[in-house]
């Protein structure tokens, strides 16, 4: 059974980085096809893609994002993370990992319960 | 990137009612188009993926169509833990993208 959830911190302050980490069990990151995403929305919002990490360490970013985001795998931990430098209050909402589905294109198929970050002095 | 235009945005209903959403895509996607359902603080649930093919587990009430640039969504039969926003999501191209969102609610 696959499982992800995020963690990290509630509340950061205007130009700091963010770091979040999604802790994952029931696959295998090296597995050929593998891959883990991030979203995150705001409130009242749709969900917004923000990187992908595919099992070959090949990272996508969303392109308004790409010069602040970070993407990282660690493998024997089971986890991915992800790091967003100065991090501006159109950055709160809640951030989501996700497992990408092994033969369907970028389909996720399965999501975290989602961390709240709120951006504040 | 690819846009998906999701109707309407907000929908009342009565249980029982039969309840469509649709999606456009700015460009041709094949099916490439999954449905998601969100509950109120809770995070995204996949109900339907390939435009049509349904999650194990998902009531049969539920169901996708649609190819290229035009998809629907429909529950046939509207029960009320069927309370949620509903989402489209095209995943033939990176940058993944999403419709707006359909709230739907009990009249």
């Known amino acids: 059974q696959i499982s992800l959830k995020e963690s990290g911190p509630t509340l950061v302050q205007p130009t700091q980085s963010l770091t979040l980490t999604c802790t994952f069990s029931g696959f295998s990151l090296p597995s050929p096809g593998a891959g883990v995403g991030w979203f995150r929305q705001s409130p009242g919002k749709a969900p917004e893609w923000l990187a992908l990490?595919?099992?070959?360490?090949?990272?996508r970013y969303r392109s308004s994002l790409k010069t602040r985001l970070t993407i990282t795998k660690d493998t024997s931990k089971n986890q991915v993370v992800l790091t967003l430098a100065n991090i501006q209050p159109a950055d709160a909402g809640v951030y989501y990992c996700?497992?990408?589905?092994?033969?369907?294109?970028?389909?996720?198929?399965?999501w975290g319960q989602g961390t709240r970050v709120t951006v504040s002095s | 990137d690819i846009l998906m235009t999701q109707s309407p945005s907000s929908l009342s209903a009565s249980l029982g009612d039969r309840v469509t959403i649709t999606c456009q895509a700015s460009q041709d996607i094949t099916t490439y188009v999954s449905w998601l359902q969100q509950k109120p603080g809770k995070a995204p649930e996949l109900l339907i993926h390939?435009?049509?093919k349904l999650e194990i587990g998902v009531p049969s009430r539920f169901s996708g169509s649609g190819s290229g640039t035009h998809f629907s969504f429909t529950i046939t039969s509207l029960q009320p833990e069927d309370i949620a926003t509903y989402y489209c999501?095209?995943?033939?191209?990176?940058?993944?993208?999403f419709g707006q969102g359909t709230r739907l609610d009990i009249k």
């Open positions: 990490i595919y099992w070959d360490g090949d990272e």
């Open positions: 996700a497992h990408r589905r092994l033969g369907f294109g970028e389909l996720f198929d399965n």
């Open positions: 390939d435009a049509s």
């Open positions: 999501q095209q995943y033939d191209t990176l940058p993944i993208t």
